[in-house]
């Protein structure tokens, strides 16, 4: 057994030589292409060089350089302070492409989630960020746990008040609900996020906390979003 063991081992590539090997490649497709533009070989790229050029002759730069990764340079070079590119920033860009090429339908999720909650001048920048960061360590359980919370709260009065439409229940007299008249009892000042008037406020606010907030969260992590979360419930109130 232990012999057997060590050589499935032997015989599998480690997680850093796979790691190099996929550098090594990278540089091998990549490096040509960013020298090509780098006229004076010192290892960057003048942004305001490559926006000119992409204006004079478009189609040469596009056939080089991938569209997203175009379109991310061509922000960088509106609002970027020091107005280069470096090699590393270049393969950057292109890995958080192939990832995003990797991973089509999470890629469509977080752009959707960009183009919602970033200026338009940095959407590319922001998808590139989101692919690269964004992790299920931490699992994205916050926005869950409180969907499914709402979803019991509401459950639960569809049964007491024996109603459901796309207008009710409304419980009115729920202890969670916010009352103007009753500001000494605290809790309702965040409670009240659990009661939805009917199914179509309940479905609907459900759908889009889990669609914008589970992205956010395995980026931003739970802690961040859940302090917004609360944030924006207490600003309701």
């Not at 497709?29 to 992409?54: Q, T």
């Not at 204006?55 to 922000?75: C, H, K, M, R, T």
Request: glycine letters at 6%; a neutral charge.
């Amino acid at each position: 057994m232990n012999v057997n063991t060590d050589k499935s081992q032997q015989t599998q590539p480690s997680r850093s030589t796979r790691k190099e090997h996929h550098n090594v490649e990278m540089d091998r497709v990549w490096r040509p292409i960013f020298e090509k533009y780098d006229s004076d070989h010192d290892g960057w790229i003048p942004l305001d060089e490559l926006k000119v050029l992409l204006q004079s002759d478009a189609s040469e730069i596009s056939n080089d350089f991938p569209e997203g990764v175009l379109d991310e340079i061509l922000e960088r070079a509106d609002w970027d302070n020091d107005r280069m590119l470096s090699y590393e920033e270049f393969l950057r860009m292109v890995h958080a492409m192939e990832l995003g090429l990797a991973r089509p339908k999470f890629q469509r999720l977080v752009r959707i989630v960009a183009m919602t909650v970033v200026p338009k001048s940095e959407r590319a920048t922001t998808v590139r960020k989101y692919l690269e960061q964004y992790s299920c360590m931490p699992p994205p359980l916050f926005m869950i746990i409180a969907s499914l919370g709402e979803l019991g709260v509401f459950i639960y009065y569809c049964a007491k008040l024996k109603e459901l439409s796309a207008a009710g229940p409304v419980p009115i007299h729920s202890s969670l609900i916010y009352n103007p008249y009753r500001r000494k009892e605290a809790w309702r000042f965040i409670t009240y996020m659990l009661i939805h008037a009917g199914a179509v406020h309940i479905f609907f606010n459900i759908m889009i906390q889990l669609l914008l907030g589970i992205p956010l969260e395995m980026v931003h992590k739970w802690w961040r979003v859940g302090l917004l979360y609360f944030a924006g419930g207490l600003a309701g109130a």
